[in-house]
């Protein structure tokens, strides 16, 4: 929406990681600088850690850009909670072989076969492993019996290792990762961007959508967007995102720090309710799951017990008209009520409380075609917006 508004040619602040968009901040020019040595080297390990969003997974996709296909081939593996085997395989995959259905000796042996046949055509082999704080001490042993690959005396297997600041910890203090850490010959923590480096990152990544100027931003608005993201990118990207959002909703030119501070409210308050959700979510105990599935109202007991007076009475459709409260407190309501119901089943029946489960199932359907007709209302106000700014720009036109 906001890039059509201000004339961008991209999106220059989305998450995902993007080398087109790579910035080279003070800690990652080190980072850099450690990566050139460790692969001229052209053995070991090279260890980059880091915050979620520090702009790991960014460079390496950068410095990957720069690789002579032809001097080295590169295997990529993003781990989850891998065990030896699966990451055997995995390793194997990301080299392009084909080792399904086979058991981890074979994979192995394909896999030093495949490297030798490298080394004979020339080329070094590289693998990089993103996400190594998940991986267990099983999955990291045999990365490091992987590098003991060898034609001859020449090593045919160095690895990248990308990890978050725990990766860090547990690769320093675990007792039985010593032989990895002696192989370990280059390493670098990122640590979070300089607050002077907050608006060439901005500038550098809006000039690279075509921005020219517009919109401006008031100088002041950049050490205050390093202290709401503690220079972390990715923060930086999301806090830039909503400034241009609201810019282009509010149909503004200039981002000043009063946007900046509505902003980071929205941002808090977002975070809030999402934590508040997480804590009232009805079926977080054993008791309640069995009300998991939806089921039809119940018809009301004559003498309503406690539990049945905190439902909140049927409302109107949304297609029926405006909603006469606030769509978060008819979704509040039903949350507590959902949680008041939950408490009861968990206590255990009482007289006339039959069917407690049925009306948690049914309250959950509520809620859910609540929260779906509030995502409706906001795609179409989003597509209103975009309408109107299209017979703006006919109109300027």
């Given at each position: 929406?906001?890039?059509q508004y201000y004339g961008f040619?991209?999106?220059?602040?989305?998450?995902?990681?993007?080398?087109?968009?790579?910035?080279?901040?003070?800690?990652?020019?080190?980072?850099?600088?450690?990566?050139?040595?460790?692969?001229?080297?052209?053995?070991?390990?090279?260890?980059?850690?880091?915050e979620i969003g520090s702009g790991?997974?960014?460079?390496?996709?950068?410095?990957?850009?720069?690789?002579?296909?032809?001097?080295?081939?590169?295997?990529?593996?993003?781990?989850?909670?891998?065990?030896?085997?699966?990451?055997?395989?995995?390793?194997?995959?990301?080299?392009?072989?084909?080792?399904?259905?086979?058991?981890?000796?074979?994979?192995?042996?394909?896999?030093?076969?495949?490297?030798?046949?490298?080394?004979?055509?020339?080329?070094?082999?590289?693998?990089?492993?993103?996400?190594?704080?998940?991986?267990?001490?099983?999955?990291?042993?045999?990365?490091?019996?992987?590098?003991?690959?060898?034609?001859?005396?020449?090593?045919?297997?160095?690895?990248?290792?990308?990890?978050?600041?725990?990766?860090?910890?547990?690769?320093?203090?675990?007792?039985?990762?010593?032989?990895?850490?002696?192989?370990?010959?280059?390493?670098?923590?990122?640590?979070?961007?300089?607050?002077?480096?907050?608006?060439?990152?901005?500038?550098?990544?809006?000039?690279?959508?075509?921005?020219?100027?517009?919109?401006?931003?008031?100088?002041?608005?950049?050490?205050?967007?390093?202290?709401?993201?503690?220079?972390?990118?990715?923060?930086?990207?999301?806090?830039?995102?909503?400034?241009?959002?609201?810019?282009?909703?509010?149909?503004?030119?200039?981002?000043?720090?009063?946007?900046?501070?509505?902003?980071?409210?929205?941002?808090?308050?977002?975070?809030?309710?999402?934590?508040?959700?997480?804590?009232?979510?009805?079926?977080?105990?054993?008791?309640?799951?069995?009300?998991?599935?939806?089921?039809?109202?119940?018809?009301?007991?004559?003498?309503?017990?406690?539990?049945?007076?905190?439902?909140?009475?049927?409302?109107?459709?949304?297609?029926?008209?405006?909603?006469?409260?606030?769509?978060?407190?008819?979704?509040?309501?039903?949350?507590?009520?959902?949680?008041?119901?939950?408490?009861?089943?968990?206590?255990?029946?009482?007289?006339?409380?039959?069917?407690?489960?049925?009306?948690?199932?049914?309250?959950?359907?509520?809620?859910?075609?609540?929260?779906?007709?509030?995502?409706?209302?906001?795609?179409?106000?989003?597509?209103?917006?975009?309408?109107?700014?299209?017979?703006?720009?006919?109109?300027?036109?």
């Amino acid at each position: 929406m906001f890039d059509q508004y201000y004339g961008f040619t991209g999106r220059p602040f989305q998450l995902t990681p993007d080398p087109t968009f790579y910035f080279e901040s003070i800690t990652h020019r080190k980072a850099l600088s450690y990566l050139g040595y460790g692969m001229s080297q052209g053995e070991g390990f090279i260890v980059i850690t880091g915050e979620i969003g520090s702009g790991k997974s960014t460079m390496v996709a950068h410095l990957m850009k720069k690789v002579d296909p032809e001097q080295m081939t590169v295997g990529q593996v993003v781990t989850s909670n891998l065990d030896g085997s699966e990451l055997v395989h995995l390793v194997a995959q990301s080299f392009g072989l084909d080792v399904a259905g086979k058991d981890k000796a074979t994979a192995l042996g394909a896999i030093e076969t495949f490297l030798h046949e490298e080394a004979r055509d020339g080329r070094r082999c590289l693998l990089v492993v993103d996400e190594a704080q998940n991986l267990s001490f099983e999955a990291l042993e045999e990365l490091r019996m992987m590098s003991n690959f060898q034609l001859g005396s020449h090593p045919l297997l160095q690895q990248l290792l990308l990890g978050q600041p725990e990766f860090k910890q547990t690769l320093a203090g675990h007792d039985r990762l010593e032989q990895l850490r002696q192989r370990v010959i280059a390493a670098h923590h990122l640590t979070p961007m300089e607050v002077q480096e907050i608006a060439p990152y901005i500038e550098h990544r809006l000039s690279l959508v075509n921005w020219r100027g517009t919109p401006s931003f008031d100088p002041k608005i950049f050490p205050k967007i390093h202290e709401a993201s503690g220079g972390i990118p990715r923060r930086v990207n999301q806090i830039a995102t909503r400034l241009l959002l609201m810019g282009a909703v509010e149909q503004r030119t200039h981002i000043d720090c009063a946007m900046l501070d509505q902003v980071v409210e929205e941002m808090a308050r977002d975070n809030r309710s999402e934590a508040q959700s997480e804590r009232s979510r009805p079926f977080a105990n054993p008791a309640a799951d069995m009300a998991s599935a939806p089921a039809p109202a119940p018809t009301p007991a004559p003498a309503p017990s406690p539990a049945q007076e905190a439902t909140p009475q049927p409302r109107r459709e949304v297609a029926a008209g405006a909603p006469d409260r606030p769509a978060g407190e008819d979704m509040d309501d039903l949350r507590a009520a959902i949680a008041t119901l939950s408490r009861a089943i968990e206590e255990g029946p009482r007289k006339g409380d039959g069917g407690l489960a049925d009306r948690v199932g049914a309250l959950e359907a509520r809620l859910e075609e609540q929260e779906e007709s509030t995502r409706y209302l906001l795609r179409l106000l989003i597509e209103w917006l975009d309408a109107d700014g299209r017979q703006k720009e006919n109109r300027a036109a």
